[in-house]
């Protein structure tokens, strides 16, 4: 952060020392104390080398919390590969009640989000998230025996309460640690684990399907039972792996975590800093829970018209995950042949969401790599449309273009609200309203793909377009509102309007304090 001739400046003359050996909650008292006091200022840490204490955050955090949603999306998705693999011929279901297993999940997963998100902060993440993973686990394994199409549809509605709680916690949870031009890589490389759950998916299933007779179960049996069972212990390990809050890392030393915690509650104003205040008078933004900031995220116009973006990107983010398999098998693959013809689509897809995330950091933007985005899985899903059933390979160049489109702006599109979010409390909130209200999109893309439509499934295929088209345009909307309010508040700060605020009024605005500027 600072010069290699900078002297380092002694952090405790005129600070308390920080409470080290106590609870959890005086540690984070103290170091808040700290972080906000008054003489605290950019220049307090600036011996500090922010790149260091970046890296050892991304190699403790980040590993665990894609290994975590790496397996939620591999128990999510995993039902595709057990279907060809003789699933639906076993429990004697039709094409449309396959499609109500689906379906089912995503009614579940998206009523639970918000009160999980809530109870995140309180109950700690590495308690909360672990304990959710144990019962996700224990779910996916008793699948594994379920003899009839009620009881899978049952242990998919108990999969979707249990694992509701994992993404959209880990999405705020990485905001508790990064500041806004940090958070998309993070986000990317946390859910590029999807991707890499896809192709691990098929390998798993390709080698499991061996199985098929060991111990009197069929092979789609036993990809439910492995795999859930290596939910369970890997849960079980992350109760001691997983970190709770920056104030209490204990990787960082008492320093590092002052300077992560003042970074992050200054961000939303720091860029005003040198122009709008007086050095020293920046406002920390309030991260106390309040019922008032659950209405404020409910009441937010920007996440209603986000979650329409949302759709764009996770209509055809579950058409692929959940169909993907059954896709390439009917354009004339071998079950075998199209478990593997999943893994280059995923891995390549992988590879670009941390590279778009990378870019669109630096770039300091978010709308026009989503658009970007949006409009390839267009032309991939066209081409699926326009490809004759002759011609298998260029359906499976449609979806491969498709996929490698959808995984770079997933994480885009939640970093991109997380970002104009202001308050740990209404971004906590609005981010579970996004994901939750948003991941309906799963239970419709889940009847997309009827067992009728195939070999071409160009209903599938035209519905994900349609839903393309509904995210762009409300990107297109969001983009022009952010502009013209980011332009009005340009004038009433010039104005000098925002002198009328107390600082605490200026925090308790959040992301509609005139300071406050929207991220393109």
């Known amino acids: 952060m600072a010069s290699p001739d900078t002297p380092p400046t002694t952090y405790y003359d005129e600070k308390p020392p920080i409470v080290e050996g106590k609870s959890q909650a005086a540690q984070i008292d103290s170091i808040d104390a700290l972080a906000t006091a008054p003489t605290t200022t950019a220049a307090t840490f600036a011996h500090l080398d922010e790149k260091k204490i970046l890296r050892k ?11 975590l949603y790496l397996l939620s999306f591999l128990d999510r998705g995993n039902i595709g590969n057990a279907k060809i693999e003789g699933l639906q011929e076993d ?14 999940f995503f009614f579940s997963y998206a009523a639970f989000e918000v009160p999980s998100n809530l ?24 699948m594994g025996i379920v003899q009839s199409y009620s009881g899978l549809l049952a242990a998919r509605f108990f999969l979707g309460v249990a694992e509701a709680g994992l993404f959209p916690g880990v999405a705020y949870y990485i905001t508790m640690w990064y500041c806004r031009h940090e958070a998309q890589l993070r986000q990317a490389l946390f859910f590029s684990a999807a991707s890499v759950a896809g192709a691990f998916s098929g390998l798993l299933a390709y080698g499991i399907a061996h199985m098929d007779g060991v111990g009197g179960l069929e092979g789609w049996r036993w990809i439910f039972i492995l795999e859930g069972i290596l939910t369970v212990l890997v849960a079980v390990s992350a109760f001691f792996v997983l970190y709770d809050f920056p104030e209490t890392a204990s990787f960082l030393t008492s320093e590092e975590r002052a300077f992560v915690v003042w970074r992050l509650k200054y961000q939303a104003q720091a860029q005003q800093a040198s122009t709008d205040t007086a050095p020293g008078t920046l406002v920390a933004q309030a991260d106390e829970f309040r019922w008032q900031y659950v209405r404020d995220a409910f009441k937010d116009w920007q996440i209603w018209v986000n979650i329409l973006v949302y759709w764009g990107i996770v209509c055809p983010l579950y058409g692929i995950s959940l169909f993907l398999p059954t896709i390439i098998k009917n354009i004339g693959y071998t079950s075998s042949t199209a478990q593997l013809l999943t893994v280059p689509i995923y891995i390549t897809a992988a590879c670009l969401a941390v590279a778009v995330a990378w870019w669109s950091d630096k770039d300091g933007r978010r709308s026009p790599f989503i658009g970007t985005c949006l409009v390839i899985m267009m032309v991939g899903f066209i081409l699926c449309i326009a490809a004759p059933t002759s011609k298998p390979g260029l359906v499976y160049a449609g979806v491969f273009i498709a996929a490698c ?19 740990s409390g209404k971004r906590n ?38 839903f393309i088209v509904l995210g762009i345009v409300a990107l297109l909307v969001l983009v022009v509102n952010y502009r013209r309010i980011n332009a009005k508040r340009e004038r009433q700060v010039a104005d000098g309007l925002h002198n009328g605020y107390t600082p605490e009024e200026m925090s308790a605005l959040g992301d509609r304090a005139l300071t406050f500027r929207y991220i393109l």
């Open 57 to 67: 955050m991304d190699l403790r955090l980040i590993p665990m919390l894609a290994l």
């Open 91 to 104: 429990l004697n279901m039709t094409g449309p009640q396959y499609n109500w297993t689906l379906t089912i």
């Open 119 to 142: 109870l995140l902060k309180k109950l700690r993440p590495s308690i909360w998230l672990p304990a959710i993973m144990v019962a996700w686990g224990v779910v996916m394994t008793l």
């Open 405 to 423: 489109a959808l995984y770079p702006a997933f994480p885009g599109n939640i970093t991109w609200l997380s970002n104009n979010l202001a308050g």
């Open 429 to 466: 909130c609005g981010m579970a309203i996004q994901i939750g209200v948003g991941n309906l999109a799963g239970a419709m893309a889940s009847n997309f793909y009827r067992q009728k439509d195939a070999p071409s499934y160009h209903l599938g295929h035209g519905l994900e377009i349609g």
